[in-house]
């Protein structure tokens, strides 16, 4: 921006905060003069919420102002003036009727109605019985001649059409729906676009990411270019549960801190399974696990040892030959004996589970004895990481 349109605005701006609190500071004593009109015309028992809704919303209104916020003083005013007005219709017709007897010499009395302001409205008629005003407009004042009364006018000594509230059209220099009093920036328009709307500056760049919003893919959150503007999302590519951004190996399942894989000699680890490369060996027939496998089931539970929040099912299948009942049973006492035994070496029971299949999953033919070999396994199946 130009060092002479920087004045302008500097200019424009000091003479728009003026010009507001001139008009709140003038809106408010009118706002006041009224409540002390209701509160004389018997609003405190006609009309009491109303007295005290105006009167406290003035003493807001004073308060907003005196803290530099002429925005929320408005509010008040406008709901002062609300309350006053509804204060002051309410109390028409319970104040006590005025009138002056007056004994004649013929010993006759007359009733005479007072006129207190002078004006020709009678004070049982006057909705301002103690200011002159104007009959069309019972008997209240119209200051400044727009044809709306003082008590009804947020501007009463500016003219200024009924559909405004009696005050002049506000001037808008840059054409963007704000009246230059309010908007901060009066020579440039507000873009409008959801964001920061209510203080007529223009914001080509929401997120401050130094990309402007007409070119970034996400304008309110804010990213690098080579994003297109929006933030970053961290993965997990190898399924590790290590983060890319601090895992020293995100293309490879591992273990924390670092998320490289540990080498095993009789297993392989990825994010769904501990692959075993030799089966675990039991006695013929029966559940017990051989000592042969020892060496396996070790280095299953060193996996769990690496990966503390792993939890994993044991399964235990069979070939078809036998009975299915038996061969349910059977797999289901091996699947549990494999996990007696890591429980014994320190895995918390929690963190392992056990289920038979018996001969219902089969991964190769039974028809051979090579087949059938392959059916006769125990599988490690990891459903948590943490």
Same mark, same amino acid.
Do not use: W
């Given at each position: 921006?130009?060092?002479?349109?920087?004045?302008?605005?500097?200019?424009?701006?000091?003479?728009?905060?003026?010009?507001?609190?001139?008009?709140?500071r003038?809106?408010?004593?009118?706002?006041?003069?009224?409540?002390?009109?209701?509160?004389?015309?018997?609003?405190?028992?006609?009309?009491?919420?109303?007295?005290?809704?105006?009167?406290?919303?003035?003493?807001?209104?004073?308060?907003?102002?005196?803290?530099?916020?002429?925005?929320?003083?408005?509010?008040?005013?406008?709901?002062?003036?609300?309350?006053?007005?509804?204060?002051?219709?309410?109390?028409?017709t319970?104040?006590?009727?005025?009138?002056?007897i007056?004994?004649?010499?013929?010993?006759?009395?007359?009733?005479?109605?007072?006129? &207190? !302001? #002078? +004006? =020709?409205?009678? @004070?049982?008629? /006057?909705? %301002?019985p103690?200011? $002159?005003?104007?009959? *069309?407009?019972?008997?209240?004042?119209? &200051? !400044? #001649? +727009? =044809?709306?009364? @003082?008590?009804? /006018?947020? %501007?009463?000594?500016? $003219?200024?059409?009924? *559909?405004?509230?009696?005050?002049?059209?506000?001037?808008?220099?840059?054409?963007?729906?704000?009246? /230059?009093?309010?908007?901060?920036?009066?020579?440039?328009?507000e873009?409008?676009?959801?964001?920061?709307?209510?203080d007529?500056?223009?914001?080509?760049?929401? /997120?401050?990411?130094?990309?402007?919003?007409?070119?970034?893919?996400?304008?309110?959150?804010?990213?690098?270019?080579?994003?297109h503007?929006?933030?970053?999302?961290?993965?997990?590519?190898?399924?590790?549960?290590?983060?890319?951004?601090?895992?020293?190996?995100?293309?490879?399942?591992?273990?924390?801190?670092?998320?490289?894989?540990?080498?095993?000699?009789?297993?392989?680890?990825?994010?769904?399974?501990?692959?075993?490369?030799?089966?675990?060996?039991?006695?013929?027939?029966?559940?017990r696990?051989?000592?042969?496998s020892?060496?396996?089931?070790?280095?299953?539970?060193?996996?769990?040892?690496?990966?503390?929040?792993?939890?994993?099912?044991?399964?235990?299948?069979?070939?078809s030959?036998?009975?299915?009942?038996?061969?349910?049973?059977?797999?289901?006492?091996?699947?549990?004996?494999?996990?007696?035994?890591?429980?014994?070496?320190?895995?918390?029971?929690?963190?392992?589970?056990?289920?038979?299949?018996g001969?219902?999953?089969?991964?190769?033919?039974?028809?051979?004895?090579?087949?059938?070999?392959?059916?006769?396994?125990?599988?490690?199946?990891?459903?948590?990481?943490?």
């Amino acid at each position: 921006m130009s060092r002479a349109r920087a004045v302008l605005v500097v200019a424009a701006l000091a003479a728009a905060s003026c010009v507001t609190g001139g008009k709140l500071r003038e809106n408010t004593a009118v706002v006041r003069s009224d409540v002390e009109k209701a509160r004389k015309s018997g609003a405190a028992r006609c009309a009491p919420r109303e007295l005290a809704m105006a009167e406290a919303n003035v003493e807001f209104a004073q308060h907003e102002m005196a803290y530099g916020d002429p925005k929320r003083a408005a509010a008040h005013l406008d709901t002062a003036e609300y309350n006053v007005k509804k204060a002051l219709e309410m109390s028409q017709t319970c104040a006590p009727t005025q009138v002056t007897i007056a004994k004649k010499a013929t010993d006759k009395v007359r009733i005479e109605k007072t006129d &207190t !302001d #002078g +004006d =020709g409205v009678p @004070d049982v008629d /006057d909705r %301002c019985p103690e200011v $002159a005003g104007k009959a *069309e407009l019972a008997g209240c004042a119209d &200051t !400044d #001649g +727009d =044809g709306i009364a @003082d008590a009804e /006018d947020r %501007c009463p000594t500016e $003219a200024g059409p009924a *559909e405004n509230q009696g005050c002049p059209i506000a001037k808008d220099t840059d054409g963007d729906g704000i009246p /230059d009093d309010i908007d901060r920036c009066p020579l440039d328009p507000e873009d409008k676009d959801g964001f920061q709307d209510e203080d007529g500056c223009p914001d080509p760049d929401n /997120d401050g990411d130094g990309i402007v919003d007409a070119a970034d893919a996400c304008p309110l959150e804010p990213g690098p270019l080579e994003n297109h503007g929006c933030p970053k999302v961290d993965v997990d590519t190898d399924g590790d549960k290590i983060l890319d951004s601090v895992d020293k190996c995100p293309t490879q399942f591992g273990p924390p801190p670092d998320g490289c894989p540990k080498k095993y000699s009789l297993i392989e680890v990825d994010k769904n399974q501990i692959r075993i490369k030799q089966q675990v060996r039991f006695a013929v027939a029966k559940f017990r696990v051989l000592p042969v496998s020892y060496k396996l089931l070790n280095e299953v539970v060193s996996v769990m040892n690496d990966f503390p929040k792993m939890r994993i099912v044991i399964e235990g299948h069979t070939d078809s030959r036998g009975k299915a009942d038996a061969n349910m049973k059977l797999s289901s006492r091996r699947a549990e004996a494999v996990l007696d035994y890591i429980v014994a070496k320190g895995i918390s029971p929690d963190r392992v589970e056990s289920i038979g299949y018996g001969s219902t999953n089969p991964v190769a033919t039974n028809r051979t004895a090579k087949g059938r070999a392959t059916n006769r396994r125990t599988e490690f199946k990891i459903v948590a990481l943490e």
